[in-house]
């Protein structure tokens, strides 16, 4: 849970939200469709807004589309401009007509806003249209957003790309400079492609990472093994940042979704109103935070490390 400031201005009423951002393919939409059913769920009004001129299969239905502005296709074939070209160009007509935004959104007052955001990393890193969008939203018309940044649970099972995947974490919250909350998305399907090296518990804390340089040669990949005192110098960044963790997250389990909302509306101040309250605590039967208890029910669940296992590796590491 990262927040720069704790001195934001106040917000206009109602206005709170949160931008979805993360790599391609890490869940964005999905898990903006099953935030805004979760929402519905609690009786918090919440409405979603498009911002990826190149979503054209959206599970849900938005109340604001960045299509009806410029769209992707368009761009590529009027600019003759790439795929990745095109959708920075996109981003940065957005940022150059916000008027037209902020026009859209003031019709929506009063709701809980979900954003849903291109998945081109560069846009969050280093590229300067998104952070103006964001500065502009949150300094000047005074709503109060985070950023929830979706990274697939699965690469903690490739442990160059995890760290590649904290790497990213930090340079987007170092460059949107803004309330922030990183997630292990689809955490029900973690093991897929591979078996863990440590517990869950190790890849959401995001310490001790020069653990996995070892395992970095398991890969067989040239590559890899020529970098590796890379990827151990990238850890020691990170770790010495000491900013990036993750928090488990699975769209399918309510339990789940509601740590995520509490998390996030911890990190832009947001107060659950009396029917909100009542409304989780009769679709929820327990009523924990994202803690080590809740990264223990995903790690028994969804992987197969033991607790044996666990207690065996860290005895080892710390030798």
Known sequence: LWRPSLFLPLPKAGMFGQLVIGPPGSGKSTFCAGMRQFLSGIKREAAIVNLDPANHNLPYECAVDIRDLVELSEVMEELQLGPNGGLIYCMEYLAKNLEWLKKKLEELKGRYLIFDFPGQVELFTQHKACKELAYVMTQEWHYRLCSVHLVDAHH???PSKYISCTLISLSTMLHLEMPHVNFLSKCDLIEQYGKLKFSLQFYTEVVDMRDLVP?????????TEKHKALSESIAEVVEDFRLVSFSPLS??????????????????????????RNAVLNMISRDSGLDTEAVEYFQSKYTNFSNAERDEKDISANK
């Not at 996030?264 to 029917?275: E, F, L, N, S, T």
């Open 215 to 223: 395992f970095l040669g398991d890969e067989k990949d040239p590559f």
């Open 156 to 158: 903690c099972t490739d």
């Open 251 to 276: 769209v399918v389990e309510k339990e789940s979704m509601k740590n995520a909302l509490s998390l996030i509306d911890k990190a832009i101040g947001y107060v659950r109103m009396p029917q909100e």
